[in-house]
């Protein structure tokens, strides 16, 4: 069975540091993979996709995910973190054939100043 | 922008009651989406709709039923409410399921039953 693995379900920076966000997948074909964001009390909101048009992917809020296939990771990075990126991060999967999101369980980041 | 809107977002129930989830989307897309979201777990996928009165299970389908008589609308039917179904529910929708369209969010319906 599909699946994804998100390592970590806290994750904790300072603001101005490097946020890294980890994601795992398990698929044997090269999947179509996508970072979500959550506020507080909100839905989900699309980070980035990935479709196979290019590793590294540019999302929005400054955020960039690198598709990485001998690994088997699609990790979340952003180069310097603002109090407003607090909030729950989830990673997605739909395998080639598959029309069907799998969601890891998700990480909540929090930024401290 | 994609409006996908939950008809409640609180909502308190008793064991027993049949409930009724809404959900709407105004960019004509063909597929409709439930999941519910338990901390540590994720989202996990309900039902899903990818045409009017057409319907497929998801993961946990089991003490949920779904409506779709019109493009826009999803319904979601606990047909007698237990304890175990308080939780968040999601509502989604994406274009088609061609070029893996990103799947648009409402803000999700708080369901506590009793």
């Known amino acids: 069975a599909q699946s994804v693995t998100q390592l970590g379900s806290h994750v904790s920076v300072s603001e101005g540091a490097l946020v890294l966000l980890r994601c795992n997948y398990s698929s044997s074909v090269p999947p179509y993979l996508f970072w979500y964001v959550q506020y507080p009390n909100q839905g989900l909101q699309l980070l980035l996709k990935?479709?196979?048009?290019?590793?590294l992917v540019k999302g929005i809020n400054g955020f960039e995910a690198e598709f990485k296939k001998s690994e088997t990771s699609f990790h979340l990075t952003k180069p310097s973190a603002h109090m407003s990126d607090a909030a729950e991060y989830f990673c997605?999967?739909?395998?080639?054939?598959?029309?069907?999101?799998?969601f890891g369980a998700g990480t909540r980041l929090a930024v401290h100043p | 922008d994609v409006k996908v809107t939950q008809s409640s977002r609180y909502l308190v129930k008793r064991t027993g009651e049949k409930v009724f989830l809404e959900c709407v989307q105004d960019?004509?897309?063909?597929?409709m989406f439930w999941y519910r979201q338990d901390p540590g777990l994720g989202l996990r996928l309900i039902y899903f709709?990818?045409?009017?009165?057409?319907?497929e299970k998801g993961d946990i389908p089991e003490g949920y039923s779904v409506s779709r008589e019109k493009k826009e609308r999803f319904s979601l039917i606990l047909e007698s409410a237990s304890t175990n179904q308080t939780s968040m529910y999601l509502c989604?929708?994406?274009?088609?399921?061609?070029?893996?369209?990103?799947?648009?969010f409402g803000d999700g319906t708080r369901l506590s039953i009793l």
């Open positions: 960019m004509d897309h063909e597929n």
């Open positions: 709709s990818y045409d009017v009165k057409m319907k």
């Open positions: 997605a999967v739909t395998p080639a054939g598959y029309n069907k999101l799998i």
């Open positions: 990935y479709t196979s048009a290019a590793t």
């Open positions: 989604a929708s994406s274009f088609s399921t061609r070029d893996h369209q990103p799947q648009h």
